[in-house]
């Protein structure tokens, strides 16, 4: 089986490497993308309206983050981190999924203006794929599409490297007929 450990270091040095001279246009594009992906996993509307008190759709996030209306999201996560007391007796702590849900959009939602979290969401996926191959009753499933997704990945960044910009529904339509339940 691929090891994904034996590689991460590597991988991510290569993917600093071909997105620190990205464009905003750029950015912006695989941020789309990767919100895209971000709403084929299980409960998100219902993780945004639970822990940031946001309730809101795909297609509202995806039109909100092309128009850069998205001062009511920075406000909803700040206030979410502001809030959050680990030691307070009602402090739930959020399941894995949950985590890399409000990472990756937060991560969406300041990709384009923050050039240094180019790598982010790439590795988030890579993340989401092995807690899946690590949870689930399928790992070789798993396994072969964290594998590909590594090649996936460095195509893209070579692409963008060389200024493309890259197709807004791109992990949409790479993971929309993957079952992403445990």
């Given amino acids: 089986m691929f090891d994904i450990v034996s ?13 620190k ?3 905003a246009n750029q950015r912006k ?14 409960d998100v509307t219902e993780c945004l309206e639970e822990h940031l008190n946001v309730k809101i759709t795909k297609e509202q996030f995806i039109a909100d983050l092309k128009n850069d209306n998205l001062q ?6 700040q206030k979410y981190d502001n809030d959050i007391d680990p030691y307070s007796e009602d402090f739930v702590e959020l399941e894995p999924i949950e985590i890399n849900i ?11 203006e923050k050039p240094q979290n180019a790598p982010s969401n790439f590795l988030l996926i890579i993340d989401i794929l092995d807690y899946y191959e690590n ?7 798993w396994n072969k599409l964290l594998e590909e997704e590594i090649q996936f990945q460095r195509e893209i960044t070579e692409r963008m490297a060389n200024g493309e910009i890259p197709e807004e529904n791109l992990y949409y339509e790479r993971y929309k007929n993957v079952d992403f339940v445990l």
């Fill in 102 to 112: 409000l990472s990756g959009l937060e991560n969406c939602i300041y990709n384009p």
């Fill in 7 to 19: 590689i991460i270091s590597k991988h991510t040095a290569f993917l600093e490497d071909q997105l």
């Fill in 72 to 77: 009511y999201l920075k406000e909803a996560l």
């Fill in 135 to 141: 949870f689930s009753d399928n790992p070789e499933y």
């Fill in 29 to 42: 594009s695989i941020a789309i993308a990767f919100a895209q992906f971000y709403f084929l996993l299980p």
């Fill in 21 to 23: 001279q990205i464009n």
